[in-house]
């Protein structure tokens, strides 16, 4: 078998770069649809919360590019405008889970005993809820909207995080270089924040763009049930749901734009951050 | 007369096309009589396993196979998949070296002897596990109905080994095909595994291809020993011209150098690097 | 299965017994995690915003004579925990409180849903079994480009969001073709599996690709196994190495995620029956959401929550059966 071992190096080498192309092109479509959030107003032709009464579910034309919703509000500007809420929810529900994950995760790692156990008590009681149960049951406490449905899917995600990191810190702290800096006097934090953080960054970054893709599709969905963004505010979960109205009448189009650009978000940032992780272990698998 | 199994100038090849090509075997040729032992020595990657799984047509399916190989004066390269399904059921029994690895899990120990009779009718079913019984009594296991209940993961590896040496006799085959059966196993084990296989084919005048890397272990057990090095077989040899130090290639040495020995004492046991004998050897 | 079963003692009947023990374990287990749930979410939604009192009374809020009467006999006046007990015996009872916005007790008014979305979690299981372990095997057999297309399907509808997955169906299906109704649970059982087809494909559509995935992969690591080897080594036909070797052991790992495909059945009811207007648990949820109905938000969370379990104790089990050295705790 030893005679196959050249083949191996090239094939990678091949894969490689097919991976970082793919990285690029998901890449680029992610800036562009942050840019698309940012120039919202200077893209949008008009106001998408104002609606014309006699423009009613109108079919597309050259004043309302993909036509207009139940309320006569211009589809394109409301799909422009979505992109907004669509992107910060997920922002939050990562910069939440990424932050009290990690801590949790390294917390655990680095002090074993029962701190390790009760936080791997509190992962295993998030776990246990349905994870769309869970955030409802928040936003009813806290009232809907998109921030306590942010919060909520944050509440959700932090075990997956929390795991992950535990995991991978724990294979740091055991290698001899930690076990060496503590003996020369360096102390925990410094060290988790300047030794074990940065070996344990690459599995974060992955870990997050993927989340920030799941994290779309339950605060759209949220949104969808009515218990996420509220009117009048552009939300793609939103419109779909508004949409649905329509379809009986004959008219998909907003469920189904909003669908088609809620999909190609998550798409993206799941593609992303699968081929990211995918780099780190070294090729496909 | 012709031999029960014949091996002629059987070359393997990986790749091609798109890919470069890797050829395991060049021109493997030997034979087995009927009732005769055979044993191939040689490191790993020398090509031996290759060898005796293309036998039974059981090389990975994107190498190809050029040269002959007759069983019974049957090209196995020729045979249908139905002809190829039968000659391994009936007439080539295998012995694989992880018994834990080798034999489904997920089965009982009686699910898996009898297993090749399932499409067969009733009576037959029911004289399979007779036959089931009997042979684990030949094989030395102890409450054999006991042990037709078990799992795999219940048994010992050496109790698992015979167990599949039970069940590649089931069909009572011509050939036994071992594939350095006792690698696996602890060394007490082994000298019990490989005295078993000595009897039991003495017994029943079963053909016998035994692989392994102990060449001391071949010399008492085969008639005949092929010595394998880099998908070539270098050297031929009898017992007696092994134990008679008759020894031609210098490969051979090395092999028999490899081994701990009781009566001497040495620091370090000498180890083949790898490609050391190419020069000379290496072809094309 | 086996030909010498039934003349064998099994190997000393201790599978069976390892199987009640895990059994057992695994429901008291369940038992703790289900009341820290439900202790948990009675907290929470006491925390919540809304007072039932107020708007059980609606027109007539702040009439303090008719407050403090209802607080007494909601037991509203007393201190938490002892709320929760009341809540809790009352459980026990099959007694759930009432509903201060349909005005009907939770229990009927959840076992009233329970039909619809039990029928369309076991359509949706169904569903998931015989479509994703067909493709999944399927794909594991294909040549390249088949493989290549079906990975690609099962990249997007594994992306795909079920509302997103409803909305497409709801267009094509009953707008533009018209073979199934838009809304409604139908009549009679076969009505009702005619309404309930569009929310089950929609239901069962992701887990679908999941399980597609996990089945290849399985289906293609046996078929690497030194065993599979051994099987064709034995003269086995290809139709029993396939089914006895290599499918029956892709179980053990497609089992394994089965249990998340399960919980995820039972949570994407939630989406579903509100995408199609299906007066199930799920939808009830939401509508007591919206409605501050905590009464009948704490009993169905508590429901659905316990559905999950379940399914993932089942799927525990189900794997203790499948794979033997699990059951016999490592006897060697």
Not at chain 1, 57 to 76: E, K, N
Not at chain 1, 221 to 239: C, E, R, Y
Not at chain 2, 222 to 251: F, K, N, W
Request: proline residues 5%; aromatic residues 6%.
């Amino acid at each position: 078998m030893s005679a196959l071992v050249p083949a191996r190096p090239r094939l990678l080498r091949r894969s490689g770069g097919g991976t970082t192309t793919a990285i690029r092109c998901f890449g680029a479509f992610a800036v562009l649809l942050v840019l698309l959030a940012v120039c919202a107003p200077l893209i949008a032709p008009q106001d998408p919360n104002v609606g014309d009464v006699l423009s009613v579910l109108q079919p597309p034309s050259s004043q309302h590019w993909l036509g207009t919703d139940a309320s006569g509000r211009d589809l394109f500007s409301r799909l422009v405008f979505g992109s907004r809420t669509a992107l910060l929810g997920p922002l939050v529900v990562v910069l939440v889970a990424t932050s009290v994950g990690t801590t949790l995760g390294v917390l655990a790692a680095w002090n074993r005993g029962w701190v390790d156990s009760l936080i791997g008590r509190l992962f295993d009681l998030v776990f246990s809820f349905p994870s769309m149960l869970l955030a409802l049951l928040f936003v009813t406490v806290m009232s809907p909207g998109l921030f306590s449905a942010a919060l909520a899917v944050s509440i959700a995600f932090v075990p997956a995080v929390g795991r992950l990191v535990r995991a991978t810190a724990l294979r740091e702290v055991n290698e001899p270089y930690v076990q060496a800096l503590r003996t020369q006097g360096f102390g925990p934090v410094a060290v988790c924040l300047r030794h074990v953080l940065p070996n344990v960054w690459p599995v974060i970054v992955a870990q997050v763009t993927m989340s920030f893709g799941y994290a779309m599709v339950e605060l759209a969905g949220i949104s969808f049930l009515g218990l996420g963004v509220q009117d009048p505010t552009a939300d793609w979960g939103k419109m779909i749901n508004t949409g649905q109205g329509s379809i009986v009448r004959g008219f998909p189009q907003e469920s189904l734009y909003a669908g088609i650009a809620l999909v190609l978000a998550v798409v993206c940032f799941i593609s992303l951050g699968d081929l990211l992780s995918e780099r780190r272990d070294g090729g496909p698998r | 007369m012709t031999p029960l199994l014949q091996v002629d100038d059987l070359h393997l090849t990986f790749g091609g096309r798109d890919r470069q090509e890797q050829r395991l075997l060049h021109g493997v040729s030997f034979t087995v009589a009927a009732g005769e032992a055979v044993g191939i020595v040689g490191e790993s990657g020398s090509g031996k396993t290759l060898t005796l799984r293309a036998i039974t047509a059981l090389h990975p399916p994107n190498a190809r196979i050029d040269g002959d190989i007759r069983f019974d004066g049957l090209s196995v390269p020729a045979m249908s998949p139905r002809e190829l399904t039968r000659l391994r059921r009936d007439h080539v029994g295998m012995v694989f070296q992880d018994p834990h690895a080798a034999i489904n899990p997920v089965h009982r120990i009686g699910d898996y002897l009898t297993e090749t009779y399932r499409k067969d009718g009733r009576k037959q079913r029911r004289d399979a596990t007779t036959r089931a019984l009997e042979l684990l009594h030949q094989v030395r296991i102890k409450d054999p109905a006991r042990i037709l209940g078990c799992f795999p993961h219940e048994l010992s590896g050496g109790m698992l080994q015979r167990v599949m040496i039970a069940a590649a006799l089931m069909r009572g085959p011509r050939l036994l095909l071992a594939d350095e059966p006792t690698t696996a196993l602890d060394v007490t084990t082994q000298a019990e595994v490989v005295a078993l296989i000595a009897d039991l084919r003495r017994d029943r005048g079963t053909s016998l291809v035994f692989i392994t890397h102990d060449i001391e272990l071949v010399g008492a057990l085969c008639d005949r020993i092929l010595v394998m090095y880099r998908g070539r077989i270098v050297e031929q040899l009898t017992p007696a011209q092994l134990h008679g130090g008759e020894i031609s290639h210098p490969y051979t040495a090395a092999l028999l150098a490899c081994r701990p020995d009781v009566t001497r004492r040495r620091d370090r046991l000498p180890a083949i690097a790898a490609g050391a004998f190419e020069e000379g050897w290496a072809v094309q | 299965m086996a030909i010498v079963e039934h003349n064998l003692p099994r190997s000393a009947g201790r599978p069976w017994s390892g199987v009640l023990l895990t059994v057992a374990g695994r429901l008291a287990q369940m038992a703790l995690t289900l009341l820290t749930a439900s202790f948990l979410i009675f907290v929470a939604l006491q925390l919540a915003p809304g007072n039932p009192v107020d708007i059980m009374l609606g027109a007539k809020a702040g009439d303090p004579e008719a407050v403090r009467r209802l607080n007494a006999q909601y037991h509203f006046d007393q201190p938490l925990l002892v709320q929760y007990g009341h809540w809790l015996t009352g459980l026990l009872h099959g007694d759930l409180g009432t509903s201060f916005v349909f005005r009907e007790s939770v229990s009927s008014l959840i076992a009233a849903r329970v039909p619809t979305s039990a029928l369309l979690v076991a359509y949706g299981g169904v569903l998931v079994l015989v479509l994703g372990f067909a493709v999944g095997l399927v794909a594991s057999r294909a040549g390249r480009t088949v493989d290549t297309g079906i990975s690609v399907l099962l990249s997007v509808a594994l992306a795909t969001p079920t509302y997103v997955i409803a909305i497409v169906l709801i267009t094509v299906f009953s707008l533009y073709l018209d073979w199934f109704p838009v809304f409604g649970s139908g009549d009679g059982l076969l009505g009702r599996l005619h309404h309930l087809t569009l929310p089950a494909v929609t239901l069962a559509l992701s887990s679908s690709a999941a399980m597609a995935r996990v089945t290849r992969a399985a289906v293609k690591d046996e078929e690497g196994r030194d065993h599979v080897t051994t099987a064709v080594a034995r003269g086995l036909d290809r139709r029993t190495v396939l089914g006895r070797h290599v499918v029956r052991n892709a179980l053990l790992p497609i089992t394994t995620i089965a249990g998340i495909i399960g919980a995820g059945l039972i949570a994407g009811t939630v989406i579903v029956e509100n995408a199609f207007g299906l007066d199930g648990v799920g939808s009830l949820l939401v509508q007591a959401i919206t409605r501050k109905d905590y009464a009948v938000v704490q009993s169905t969370s508590v429901l659905i929550i316990a559905a999950f379990l379940l399914v993932n104790a089942f799927v525990d089990v189900l794997y203790g059966i499948i794979d033997p050295r699990t059951r016999t705790g490592g006897t060697r």
